[in-house]
Protein backbone atom coordinates (compact mmCIF):
# COMPACT_ATOMS: atom_id res chain seq x y z
CA UNK A 1 0.00 0.00 0.00
CA UNK A 2 1.40 3.33 -1.21
CA UNK A 3 1.50 5.81 1.90
CA UNK A 4 -0.81 8.59 1.20
CA UNK A 5 0.96 12.33 -0.37
CA UNK A 6 2.02 14.99 1.54
CA UNK A 7 3.92 18.04 2.00
CA UNK A 8 7.07 18.10 2.97
CA UNK A 9 9.61 20.34 5.12
CA UNK A 10 11.71 23.11 2.47
CA UNK A 11 14.95 21.57 4.06
CA UNK A 12 14.08 17.70 3.91
CA UNK A 13 13.18 18.43 -0.09
CA UNK A 14 16.67 20.42 0.02
CA UNK A 15 18.35 17.32 1.62
CA UNK A 16 16.54 14.69 -1.25
CA UNK A 17 18.24 17.28 -3.91
CA UNK A 18 21.51 17.14 -2.42
CA UNK A 19 21.55 13.50 -2.03
CA UNK A 20 19.86 12.74 -5.02
CA UNK A 21 21.78 14.89 -7.54
CA UNK A 22 25.37 13.02 -7.65
CA UNK A 23 23.50 9.55 -8.97
CA UNK A 24 21.62 11.88 -11.69
CA UNK A 25 25.04 13.30 -12.82
CA UNK A 26 24.38 17.34 -11.10
CA UNK A 27 27.44 17.89 -9.15
CA UNK A 28 28.39 21.03 -6.71
CA UNK A 29 25.21 22.79 -6.20
CA UNK A 30 25.25 26.00 -4.56
CA UNK A 31 22.47 27.77 -2.59
CA UNK A 32 21.52 30.04 -5.00
CA UNK A 33 21.10 26.46 -7.50
CA UNK A 34 19.71 24.49 -4.71
CA UNK A 35 17.00 27.33 -4.03
CA UNK A 36 15.95 27.57 -7.58
CA UNK A 37 15.54 23.47 -8.17
CA UNK A 38 13.47 23.49 -4.82
CA UNK A 39 11.06 25.66 -5.93
CA UNK A 40 11.17 24.36 -9.64
CA UNK A 41 10.46 20.45 -8.42
CA UNK A 42 7.57 22.35 -5.97
CA UNK A 43 5.93 24.37 -8.97
CA UNK A 44 6.24 21.22 -11.40
CA UNK A 45 4.60 19.03 -8.71
CA UNK A 46 1.82 21.28 -8.74
CA UNK A 47 0.92 20.85 -12.19
CA UNK A 48 0.20 17.33 -11.80
CA UNK A 49 -0.83 16.97 -8.04
CA UNK A 50 -3.08 18.82 -5.82
CA UNK A 51 -0.99 18.02 -2.93
CA UNK A 52 1.68 20.99 -3.32
CA UNK A 53 5.44 18.91 -2.86
CA UNK A 54 6.78 21.79 -0.22
CA UNK A 55 4.44 22.87 2.58
CA UNK A 56 6.06 26.43 3.07
CA UNK A 57 5.59 29.00 0.72
CA UNK A 58 8.39 30.43 -1.00
CA UNK A 59 9.19 34.09 -1.12
CA UNK A 60 9.95 36.61 -3.68
CA UNK A 61 13.63 37.84 -3.88
CA UNK A 62 15.28 39.92 -5.81
CA UNK A 63 17.42 36.71 -7.32
CA UNK A 64 14.54 35.09 -7.33
CA UNK A 65 12.20 32.86 -4.96
CA UNK A 66 13.42 31.63 -1.95
CA UNK A 67 12.13 29.34 1.17
CA UNK A 68 14.09 31.51 4.03
CA UNK A 69 14.42 28.16 5.96
CA UNK A 70 16.41 26.84 3.43
CA UNK A 71 18.43 30.14 3.30
CA UNK A 72 19.01 30.63 6.66
CA UNK A 73 20.36 27.01 7.01
CA UNK A 74 23.05 27.30 4.55
CA UNK A 75 23.72 31.13 3.50
CA UNK A 76 26.89 30.57 5.01
CA UNK A 77 28.10 28.86 1.69
CA UNK A 78 28.13 31.61 -0.07
CA UNK A 79 28.25 31.26 -3.72
CA UNK A 80 30.29 27.55 -2.83
CA UNK A 81 28.86 24.34 -3.50
CA UNK A 82 26.46 23.34 -0.41
CA UNK A 83 29.17 20.25 1.36
CA UNK A 84 26.64 19.73 4.13
CA UNK A 85 22.63 18.68 4.96
CA UNK A 86 20.19 20.55 6.66
CA UNK A 87 19.84 20.18 10.09
CA UNK A 88 17.84 20.65 13.17
CA UNK A 89 19.70 23.52 15.45
CA UNK A 90 18.13 21.88 18.54
CA UNK A 91 18.69 18.05 17.91
CA UNK A 92 21.61 18.47 14.93
CA UNK A 93 19.07 15.99 13.38
CA UNK A 94 18.94 16.06 9.42
CA UNK A 95 15.62 16.98 7.84
CA UNK A 96 14.55 14.28 5.31
CA UNK A 97 11.61 13.53 3.57
CA UNK A 98 9.34 10.66 3.18
CA UNK A 99 8.69 11.21 -0.34
CA UNK A 100 6.20 9.26 -2.49
CA UNK A 101 7.13 7.47 -5.67
CA UNK A 102 5.60 10.50 -7.79
CA UNK A 103 7.41 13.14 -5.54
CA UNK A 104 10.49 11.51 -5.75
CA UNK A 105 10.00 11.16 -10.22
CA UNK A 106 9.04 14.90 -10.00
CA UNK A 107 12.00 16.29 -8.09
CA UNK A 108 14.10 13.19 -10.06
CA UNK A 109 12.64 15.05 -13.24
CA UNK A 110 13.48 18.37 -12.37
CA UNK A 111 17.04 17.55 -11.77
CA UNK A 112 17.32 15.95 -14.98
CA UNK A 113 15.90 18.87 -16.71
CA UNK A 114 17.55 21.95 -14.58
CA UNK A 115 20.39 20.26 -12.64
CA UNK A 116 22.79 21.11 -14.54
CA UNK A 117 22.06 24.62 -15.14
CA UNK A 118 24.21 27.86 -13.74
CA UNK A 119 22.73 29.60 -10.77
CA UNK A 120 22.13 32.57 -13.16
CA UNK A 121 20.13 30.46 -15.57
CA UNK A 122 17.32 29.35 -13.01
CA UNK A 123 17.30 32.65 -11.74
CA UNK A 124 16.31 33.75 -15.58
CA UNK A 125 13.58 30.72 -15.93
CA UNK A 126 12.44 31.57 -12.27
CA UNK A 127 12.15 35.09 -13.45
CA UNK A 128 9.74 34.43 -16.34
CA UNK A 129 7.58 37.31 -17.66
CA UNK A 130 4.08 36.85 -16.12
CA UNK A 131 5.39 33.77 -13.87
CA UNK A 132 4.78 33.82 -10.19
CA UNK A 133 7.90 35.14 -9.13
CA UNK A 134 7.61 38.53 -11.22
CA UNK A 135 3.79 38.87 -10.66
CA UNK A 136 4.52 38.39 -6.70
CA UNK A 137 7.78 40.72 -6.85
CA UNK A 138 5.83 43.41 -9.02
CA UNK A 139 2.53 43.41 -7.15
CA UNK A 140 3.91 43.37 -3.65
CA UNK A 141 7.40 43.69 -3.26
CA UNK A 142 10.42 42.16 -2.57
CA UNK A 143 10.10 39.19 0.14
CA UNK A 144 6.45 38.95 -0.44
CA UNK A 145 4.80 35.28 -0.31
CA UNK A 146 4.25 33.18 -4.40
CA UNK A 147 1.13 32.21 -3.96
CA UNK A 148 0.53 28.79 -4.33
CA UNK A 149 -2.27 28.92 -6.77
CA UNK A 150 0.03 31.60 -9.04
CA UNK A 151 2.45 28.51 -9.05
CA UNK A 152 -0.21 26.17 -9.79
CA UNK A 153 -1.49 27.66 -12.96
CA UNK A 154 1.78 28.75 -14.03
CA UNK A 155 2.99 25.05 -13.74
CA UNK A 156 -0.02 23.66 -15.48
CA UNK A 157 -0.23 26.22 -18.18
CA UNK A 158 3.45 25.03 -19.05
CA UNK A 159 2.60 21.36 -19.12
CA UNK A 160 -0.19 21.78 -21.58
CA UNK A 161 1.50 23.74 -23.79
CA UNK A 162 4.55 21.21 -23.60
CA UNK A 163 2.42 18.62 -23.82
CA UNK A 164 3.02 16.73 -21.07
CA UNK A 165 0.51 14.97 -19.85
CA UNK A 166 1.61 13.55 -15.86
CA UNK A 167 5.79 12.92 -14.29
Not at 96 to 122: C, I, N
Not at 140 to 158: C, D, N, Q, V, W
Request: net charge positive.
Amino acid sequence: MTAPERSQDARAVANYILDRAPALGVEKLTIMQLLKLVYLSHGWSLAFSDTPLVEQTPQAWQYGPVYPQVYRALNHFGGNPVTDRVTDRLTGAQFYPSLTDYQKRVVDAVLKSYGKKHAFELSRITHQDGGPWEKAFNSTGAYSEIPESGMKEHYRSLAKQRGIASI
